[in-house]
């Protein structure tokens, strides 16, 4: 099994870089057990800095893997000043491709702009766009930023889309089909790839 900051699934490696997080999402996988690649627990017992996480990495042969994707329990933009460092040394030993997964909040959670850094971070980047509008929105992921957060989600998608050509949303299938439609609407009206994702309980 492997450790809670790295972890293995579906030929990836996932870098687990902290538990903060300003959503509460209703289908959010903190709540459960199963499907957590090889990691025993993605909960960290301390945020680790950043020497301890490109430790972890001399564990594993980057070379046998298609991507690297910053994904944990919590959002990785809550680390930035770590994905960047982290990424800075990825590049400096692979040119293998770096995802993040994200809520979309990074420039709310670090009050200020995020995607000019992480252009030069990552190479795609995953959006969970969750609902079609800024109350279910806010009723799904119980954001503690509040009803502005569905705005401001989108907003920073659009500048991704334009500076990180590999941009796309993700819903999780928790919503109905109608919400989904109107998800892939926004996405469209955007430009901007949606997958849909399974929800297993």
Same mark, same amino acid.
């Given at each position: 099994?492997?450790?809670? %900051?790295?972890?293995?699934?579906?030929?990836? #490696?996932?870098?687990?870089?902290?538990?903060?997080?300003?959503?509460? &999402?209703?289908?959010?996988?903190?709540?459960?057990?199963?499907?957590?690649?090889?990691?025993?627990?993605?909960?960290?017992?301390?945020?680790?800095?950043?020497?301890?996480?490109? =430790?972890?990495?001399?564990?594993?042969?980057?070379?046998?893997?298609?991507? %690297?994707?910053? &994904?944990?329990?919590?959002?990785?933009?809550?680390?930035?000043?770590?994905?960047?460092?982290?990424? =800075?040394?990825?590049?400096?030993?692979?040119?293998?491709?770096?995802?993040?997964?994200?809520?979309?909040?990074?420039?709310?959670? &670090?009050?200020?702009?995020?995607?000019? #850094?992480?252009?030069?971070?990552?190479?795609?980047?995953?959006?969970?766009?969750?609902?079609?509008?800024?109350?279910?929105? #806010?009723?799904?992921?119980?954001?503690?930023?509040? %009803?502005?957060?569905?705005?401001?989600?989108?907003?920073?998608?659009?500048?991704?889309?334009?500076?990180?050509?590999?941009?796309?949303?993700?819903?999780?299938?928790?919503?109905?089909?109608?919400?989904?439609?109107?998800?892939?609407?926004?996405?469209?009206?955007?430009?901007?790839?949606?997958?849909?994702?399974?929800?297993?309980?």
């Amino acid at each position: 099994m492997g450790s809670s %900051i790295l972890y293995t699934y579906g030929g990836q #490696l996932y870098v687990n870089l902290t538990n903060q997080c300003p959503c509460r &999402c209703t289908f959010c996988i903190r709540s459960q057990q199963e499907g957590l690649g090889s990691a025993d627990s993605l909960w960290l017992g301390h945020t680790p800095d950043v020497d301890a996480v490109i =430790r972890e990495f001399a564990g594993y042969r980057l070379e046998d893997f298609s991507e %690297i994707v910053y &994904c944990g329990y919590g959002e990785p933009l809550c680390a930035l000043d770590h994905l960047l460092a982290v990424s =800075r040394y990825i590049r400096s030993v692979s040119r293998l491709k770096i995802r993040v997964n994200t809520n979309g909040l990074g420039d709310l959670i &670090c009050g200020k702009p995020t995607v000019p #850094l992480l252009k030069e971070a990552v190479d795609a980047v995953s959006i969970s766009l969750n609902a079609p509008n800024a109350q279910r929105y #806010l009723e799904l992921t119980r954001s503690r930023f509040g %009803i502005r957060s569905f705005d401001a989600m989108l907003q920073w998608a659009a500048e991704c889309k334009r500076e990180i050509p590999d941009t796309r949303f993700s819903v999780v299938d928790v919503i109905s089909r109608q919400e989904i439609a109107a998800c892939q609407k926004i996405a469209d009206q955007m430009g901007i790839p949606l997958r849909v994702r399974h929800f297993e309980a």
